[in-house]
């Protein structure tokens, strides 16, 4: 579903962020991409996601190369993937349900759709009664999940999650890991984790890709965080 064939993203005449990057990721896995601060996994995330673009290489979702895809297609490849991020990113003059609603008004939703689609994916992140909060109003941990309902709505072949337990305390960051478990497994909604939280990860005992210094060192099914 997804595949990295070949990156290299190079930013000036510094050392690569990532070289030479090459991985595959199948409809309903869920990956954690591991390695110390600047080791390349928010550049991989950001070349999926298309807020940049690989300085060579390719990167493809559902065969399409998305480094490719013009300006106009741009909005349905993103609608594929759903990014919650560690320092939440919603808007503070909208409340939680305005938050979510505004992913599908932009994308030219009705209104009946919208209405439907919030009602179920905040009864999913069990926010029902923090609707009408607006983000000053909430935890980290509401925030967090306020993102990842808003992730949601375009019903995404796959999630990315950049350290987003990273402004939690370790309870509410197994709240929002164990959410993203749970998503994973009923809808099968591919997960790419990016994370430096050792416990997590090996924990988890899933799929891990290792990077160090942009270089991916390590590719294991049920690995573990060993750096």
Known sequence: MIRFENVTKQYGKDIPAVEDISFNV???EFVSLVGHSGAGKSTLLKLLIVEDRPSSGEVFLDDVNVNKVSPAQLPK???????????????????AWENIAFALEVSGASSKDINSIV?????L???????????KQLSGGEKQRVAI???LV???DVIVADEPTGNLDPVTSWD?????ARINELGGTSIILATHDREIVNALERRVITLDHGRLIRD????????
């Open 26 to 28: 199948a409809k309903g």
């Open 77 to 95: 490849i993103r609608r594929k993937v759903g990014a919650i991020f560690q320092d939440f990113r919603l808007l503070p003059d909208r409340n």
């Open 119 to 123: 009602s179920q994916v905040l009864k």
């Open 125 to 135: 992140v069990g926010l029902e009664d923090k609707a009408k909060k607006f983000p």
């Open 149 to 151: 309902a808003r992730a």
């Open 154 to 156: 375009h019903n995404p």
């Open 176 to 180: 929002i890991i164990r959410l993203l």
């Open 220 to 227: 294991e099914i049920k690995g573990r965080y060993v750096l």
